[in-house]
């Protein structure tokens, strides 16, 4: 259930809109939820609707840029260091910065990478790990110019959206309910247009692997063993001691389509750090 929504205004002028469910407990973390580009608080739905989690605390909103959040004109202004001044905004401005029972990240892909960025740079002493969910890397992406076209191309119409949930994102065709590809179609063409160029043209292949070895929390990292970026992007932080873990018979979208494995992860992790 949603305790609340609201918006805050970042220095920019961007508006980003949050939801809140539950209340903070002294008992266990805050959980903090960063969505995939393309994606929305949505699509932690599946997540959240499972019993054992609706106890907890938890915060989601929608990135800059990604309707009904808002943001400049300015096609610079989406790149991984200001998504993650907005996040810790959005945790300052909560409150669950300062929540004494601390936090968790569970990032999605972009997200994913926002909050490494967060952790390494700007990490409040209540955060208590990071939960990468099909992550993004800090060392970037290097698409080939066409992959960037296609990328932006894919998000210009629901019929474009469609094909890439089936080709690309998914382990295969069918893999998502009907309802569910909706949802997503409706989510991915949210984007304003600089927001919606910014990850495939520049964000994606941002260079922060220095920084890594500043992220000090416990790291679990989720990839799909049909993800279309495991090849490419590898396990991540071995050197650092995160704990890499596939997810069987699952593409890029973990959250949609293995949100039981998820919440069990979720779970998992909670009790590691506690």
């Known amino acids: 259930m949603i305790k609340s929504r609201d918006t805050i205004t970042t220095g920019d002028g961007s508006i980003l809109h949050y939801e809140i469910h539950g209340t903070p407990s002294a008992s266990h973390p805050s959980l903090v939820f960063l969505h995939y580009y393309g994606g929305s608080p949505t699509t932690f739905a599946p997540l959240l609707s499972q019993l054992h989690l609706q106890s907890f605390h938890k915060v989601l909103y929608h990135a800059r840029g990604w309707s009904p959040s808002t943001g400049p004109a300015d096609p610079t202004a989406y790149g991984i260091s200001t998504m993650s001044a907005d996040l810790s905004t959005i945790l300052s401005h909560t409150g669950v910065a ?3 029972a601390g936090f968790i990240l ?9 909050a490494q960025h967060y952790a390494a740079t700007a990490a409040s002493p209540a955060l208590r790990g990071l939960l990468l969910v099909a992550p993004a890397p800090l060392h970037g992406l290097s698409l080939p110019p066409e992959a960037k076209a296609q990328q932006r191309a894919a998000y210009q119409s629901a019929e474009g959206v469609r094909f890439v949930l089936d080709n690309v994102l998914t382990a295969g065709p069918g893999t998502l309910g009907k309802d569910v590809v909706e949802q997503c179609v409706r989510d991915s063409m949210r984007g304003n247009e600089v927001a919606t160029a910014a990850w495939p043209e520049y964000a994606a292949g941002e260079e922060y ?3 890594q070895e500043g992220v000090r929390v416990p790291v679990v990292v989720l990839r799909g063993d049909k993800d279309f ?4 992007v590898g396990e991540l932080g071995v050197e650092q001691g995160w704990v890499n873990r596939t997810v069987e018979d699952c593409g890029h979208l973990i959250p949609l389509e293995k949100p039981e494995r ?3 992860e979720v779970l998992d992790f909670v009790e590691r750090i506690s």
């Open 262 to 264: 998820l919440g069990k």
């Open 229 to 232: 970026e495991r090849e490419v």
């Open 209 to 211: 692997a220095e920084l």
């Open 98 to 100: 300062d929540h004494s």
């Open 106 to 114: 569970i990032g999605h892909s972009m997200g994913a990478k926002v």
